[in-house]
């Protein structure tokens, strides 16, 4: 802004000072004027403001310093030279955009340089394989094995690390665009897709954490009370067959305290989790290094893992110690518990179940060892309903008696019905977490080399580990022991601690603090997910999760965190929890898919990402393998994610803050937009999808306000939201002294088309008169093919007016503009009667008078018109004019039948219209005009003598002061400069001239006689308004033919005066003239 000062007169001050004091001011004031001209630019326009561009931090004594740089000395305001900016970007911290750690010290921590530390080791690569490797990997990856078999297995390990290969390619392309503040997904997703889709898919990643911690903690809770301490449950099975139904609830219980001690940790020392993360971390490589031992070492020593089998059925050895049915000890034959499970009584001759009586028990190793050959077997899938036996396949049964009740025998059951598709949605979890270094981004060395590198070599380190487990597994266990969900038959041990060396326990008890710190993890990151998505203030609902404490740390949102995982652990079963999670992870990786495709396509300037090994082919293939699977989980809790991410879209869409990222989706509608504009352009398009595109003409106060808000209701009932609609206006001047007028009346046009809600575009145009710029408008308004056909305007009431600027001149001009540029034109009269969007009409008609056919214009508008609530209950009637030669009946009859071709829905009336004597009121109206037309002429005329009369009496006043005779140079309003040299003699001569010549002008006016053409005119128009009064008086809207202007332009005002006589006395009047094309087909 420019600042004001007070300039003392010199000859004031000199008397007081000396000299020395007067050019020391003077310098002042000369430095005070330089500073006021380098506050704005050179060209006076403001420039746009940058995060590198900041003139306000500028020093200003160092600006100049470098005197060779004098020729650009008024653009370094708003440009800094490239010595300044660089300095600026050296110092730029990588703090994350709508999450600053401590409120309080942000300008202080902008300021400070930040060195990170962390390399690609450290900083990603051990980050991504913590959030990789975890809880599926040991409670349910030989489950999976056994099940599925290690052929598809192998299919679902391959497909789902596949997917997250060529996302995290994707992610690297995009990781690398640039400097990425650690935001993750989110920040990389709503920076390359728009804030939509970065809202929608960023809490879609919020749920899929928080979910991903409740499953955590629900494999900390059964590895606790299945495998660590079951005594501990509170809830026990009180009948045969309830043991699932006691875990889920002992499950809830521990669940829930677990989840509310470990917020507490969070709340209290998050630094703590963060420090702790290297020792879970350790516990899983220690872990994973176990099974590898122990695979080696089953190749010289199996362990020693018995399994009971009963024919082929599985026995479950927490009921009993002894794998027979019977022992000998002392020549004596004694029954063991295992017999007196399957029989009435401990006796031999007591009655035992018919499956047990026929088959025997036998024994078998469960772990036979990598050289056994056992994963010939284990290669094909053994998929089965809930509550069935687990069998082993090649062992000797004899079929019992089918009634035979199984649900009290100690047989090992599976839990849950199994299929290929249920076990991609538990897998999967167990491949999610690649996005944990470009978290981090922030704090590493060098990000846009390290996230790639990091990211995809723990991508291959666990798909590595993953594809030799299974394959090790089905080497190694025997199929009804991986098939055996929690280790019944192995004594109630963790199926994969079986095979680890030296013992079961380090698998356990690894297990326990991986998953718990996963647990931890989770609910450190999900929180400071959804204050980054509150904090960029994109979806209003959740801003009040964006607050925290004092030191950033976001409570809120972790109390909302905690609640959505409690959620997770009331359902209770991980594998039921595991599906949702997924589904949350796929949408977000998907999308992640999408923005690199979307970049890579558009070839988008700023896409030059330093990872050069991607293609928008590999990221089309990773967004439809990610759909793909989703599907494939579970169709149904896809379609949920779906639905809830494009509810939060249309949300942020309708409500949210509008932000401009410079997405890709705005890139893809602008060569979307260009794609169409082109292929409209071919040619003008069918008589069947004909609709007015329209230019709607507006007039602006002093205020740069709209002097007929009505008008755009008008054009919002009209379109309805279809088409193309154009809302121009002139404002006089030259643009440069108007802009921001110009600015004002656009926001105000702009503001007012959504109040009436108006969907189209603004255009604002300055000229230097109001007529060359509506030309402009009409020729020169759309793009392409998108260019209107059709003008609306409003009737000019003042146009009697001369002063009026929007005078009859301008009005009939545009009419002949619109006529040469074969564009349709319509004239709302009274268009402040018109009604606003709120108003019903619930009866009345739209009268349309069809005199003369120019295209159908007529029939169209008024179906267009009823299809908005406003007119929706108005009926349509047609009136047509038959001439004394005319077969009224006939006439009728046919426009009937043309309407109904049309299908349209009106009643029709012939009017018939005779010719008679011209009534003394026409003549009496035609000579008014006509005197009128010439009394204007004259007064037009005479305009060059009154100028000079004012400038006469002005030059005598002057005259009186200095000399008695002056020389002036007067500026004649006619095309003609007249210059001369004035006496008093002349000055008097001329005065009587123009007297005389004006009285005999006015003289002949009264003694004229009207032209007979104009008489005839006159009285269609007298005859027509009463016609259409006489019916069309109380109609709600009446449309008329707006007939042409005259060849000759001396009658233009005579023009005016016709359609004012033929629209007098009805209240609303839309004058309506064709383009001459026709724009209604009764064709389909």
């Known amino acids: 802004m420019p600042t004001s000062f007070t300039v003392v007169p010199v000859e004031a001050q000199g008397e007081e000072r000396g000299p020395a004091e007067r050019d020391g001011q003077r310098q002042e004031e000369e430095e005070e004027e330089e500073d006021e001209r380098d506050r704005g630019s050179g060209d006076g326009i403001a420039r746009e403001s940058s995060p590198f561009i900041n003139n306000a931090e500028m020093d200003r004594e160092n600006m100049y310093e470098g005197k060779n740089m004098a020729l650009f000395e008024e653009e370094m305001d708003s440009n800094p030279m490239v010595s300044s900016l660089l300095n600026k970007l050296a110092n730029y911290t990588n703090l994350t955009q709508g999450v600053v750690e401590h409120e309080a010290d942000e300008d202080s921590k902008r300021k400070e340089v930040k060195v990170p530390r962390m390399g690609t080791f450290i900083g990603v690569y051990l980050p991504c394989l913590q959030n990789i490797l975890g809880v599926i990997l040991f409670l349910r990856l030989t489950w999976i094995v056994g099940t599925a078999g290690v052929l598809e297995s192998f299919i679902i390990v391959f497909m789902c690390c596949a997917c997250t290969m060529l996302t995290a390619i994707s992610m690297s392309a995009i990781a690398t665009n640039g400097v990425v503040p650690a935001g993750g997904s989110y920040y990389m997703i709503s920076r390359s897709l728009g804030p939509e889709f970065g809202g929608a898919v960023g809490l879609c990643f919020y749920l899929g954490t928080t979910f991903a911690g409740a499953m955590y903690i629900l494999g900390t809770i059964e590895i ?224 846009q080399k390290s996230i790639p590198t990091g990211t995809i070599l723990a991508i291959s380190t666990t798909s590595f580990i993953y594809l030799s487990c299974i394959v090790l597994f089905g080497a190694c266990i025997e199929g009804v022991i991986l098939r055996d969900k929690f280790g019944e038959a192995v004594n109630g041990n963790l199926v994969v601690g079986t095979l680890a060396w030296p013992s079961p326990w380090v698998i356990v008890i690894g297990s326990f603090f991986s998953t718990c710190g996963a647990g931890l993890q989770s609910l450190t990151g999900a929180p400071r997910l959804l204050q980054a998505i509150a904090r960029d203030g994109i979806v209003p609902f959740i801003q009040v999760f964006g607050h925290g404490k004092a030191n950033g740390e976001p409570t809120w949102a972790l109390l909302l965190t905690a609640g959505i995982c409690e959620i997770g652990i009331l359902i209770a079963s991980l594998d039921s929890v595991a599906p949702i999670l997924s589904m949350f992870f796929l949408m977000c990786y998907m999308f992640v898919n999408l923005a690199c495709a979307v970049q890579t396509l558009l070839r988008t300037p700023n896409w030059r990402p330093r990872f050069k090994y991607y293609h928008w082919t590999l990221s089309f293939l990773g967004m439809s393998l990610c759909l793909a699977l989703m599907f494939i989980c579970s169709w149904y809790y896809a379609l949920i994610a779906m639905l809830i991410a494009g509810c939060i879209y249309k949300y942020i869409e309708y409500r949210g803050a509008e932000k401009e990222w410079g997405d890709g989706i705005r890139g893809l509608s602008l060569n979307a937009a260009r794609y169409a504009l082109l292929r409209v352009e071919d040619g003008p398009p069918h008589t069947k999808n004909w609709r007015p595109q329209l230019l709607v003409l507006l007039n602006l106060d002093s205020e740069q306000l709209v002097k007929h808000p009505r008008l755009l209701s008008f054009t919002s009932q009209l379109k309805a939201g279809k088409g193309l609609t154009i809302v121009g206006s002139v404002l006089q001047g030259i643009f440069l002294d108007k802009c921001t007028e110009t600015q004002k009346a656009e926001e105000n046009v702009k503001s007012l088309m959504g109040v009436e809600k108006t969907k189209g575009f603004c255009q604002i145009v300055v000229s230097p008169n109001f007529r060359d710029g509506i030309s402009y408008l009409i020729q020169s308004a759309g793009l392409g093919g998108m260019k209107h056909n059709t003008v609306l305007m409003a009737w000019p009431q003042s146009w009697k007016q001369t002063e009026n600027r929007f005078s009859w001149k301008n009005f009939v001009d545009t009419v002949r503009e619109t006529t040469a540029a074969q564009q349709a034109l319509l004239v709302a009269k009274n268009i402040d009667l018109f009604p606003t969007n709120q108003e019903r009409f619930t009866e009345g008609n739209i009268d349309v008078w069809w005199i003369v056919h120019d295209g159908g214009m007529l029939m169209l508008l008024p179906f267009l018109l009823r299809q908005h609530k406003v007119w929706r209950k108005c009926k349509m009637r047609i009136f047509t004019v038959a001439q004394m030669d005319d077969n009224s009946i006939q006439m009728k009859k046919d426009l009937q039948m043309f309407l109904y071709h049309l299908r349209l829905n009106a009643e029709v009336e012939v009017v018939e219209m005779f010719e008679n004597d011209i009534s003394a009121f026409t003549y009496e109206k035609t000579l008014m005009m006509e005197q009128r037309s010439q009394m204007l002429k004259q007064m037009q005329l005479s305009k060059n003598e009154r100028e000079r009369e004012a400038q006469l009496i002005h030059d005598r006043n002057t005259a009186s002061h200095s000399a008695p005779v002056v020389k002036a140079s007067v500026a004649a309003a006619v095309p003609e400069k007249v210059q001369m040299t004035w006496t008093k003699e002349k000055f008097v001569a001329e005065k009587h001239k123009t007297k005389d010549s004006n009285v005999s002008g006015f003289k002949d006016i009264f003694n004229m006689k009207p032209n007979q053409s104009n008489v005839r005119r006159m009285h269609t128009a007298v005859k027509l308004n009463g016609v259409v009064l006489n019916k069309s008086q109380h109609a709600q809207l009446v449309l008329l033919n707006m007939p042409g202007p005259p060849k000759n332009r001396k009658g233009d005002e005579n023009y005016m005066e016709f359609l004012e006589v033929l629209t007098e006395g009805l209240d609303r009047v839309l004058l309506v003239r064709g383009s001459g094309r026709e724009v209604i087909t009764i064709y389909s």
């Open 224 to 447: 606790l009370l299945t495998y660590i301490s079951p005594s501990a449950a509170i809830f026990k099975a009180e009948e045969v067959g309830d043991e699932t139904e006691a875990m889920l609830n002992n499950m809830r219980v521990y669940g829930t305290c677990i989840i509310t001690l470990m917020a507490i940790v969070v709340f209290v020392g998050v630094k703590y989790v963060n420090k702790l993360a290297l020792v879970f971390l350790a516990c899983v490589i220690l872990s994973i290094i176990a099974i590898y031992a122990g695979v080696i070492k089953t190749a010289f020593d199996p362990p020693d893992f018995p399994i009971c089998l009963l024919g082929n059925r599985t026995l479950s050895k927490r009921s009993f110690d002894v794998c027979a049915k019977f022992t000998e000890s002392n020549n004596e034959t004694k029954t063991t518990t295992l017999w007196r499970l399957f029989c009435d009584s401990p006796f031999l001759n007591a009655t035992c179940d018919d499956y047990f009586s026929l088959n025997n028990v036998t024994e078998i190793q469960g772990i036979p060892g990598i050289m056994s050959g056992v994963l010939t077997d284990n290669l094909w899938s053994s998929y089965s309903e809930k509550g069935s036996i687990v069998e082993k396949k090649d062992q000797p049964s004899v079929a019992g008696s089918e009634e035979t009740k199984m649900s009290g025998l100690p047989y090992v059951f599976t839990d849950i019905m199994t299929y290929f598709t249920m076990l991609v949605g538990i897998y999967f979890p167990s491949v999610t977490g690649i996005m944990a270094g470009s978290n981090r981004s922030g704090d590493l060395k060098d990000a």
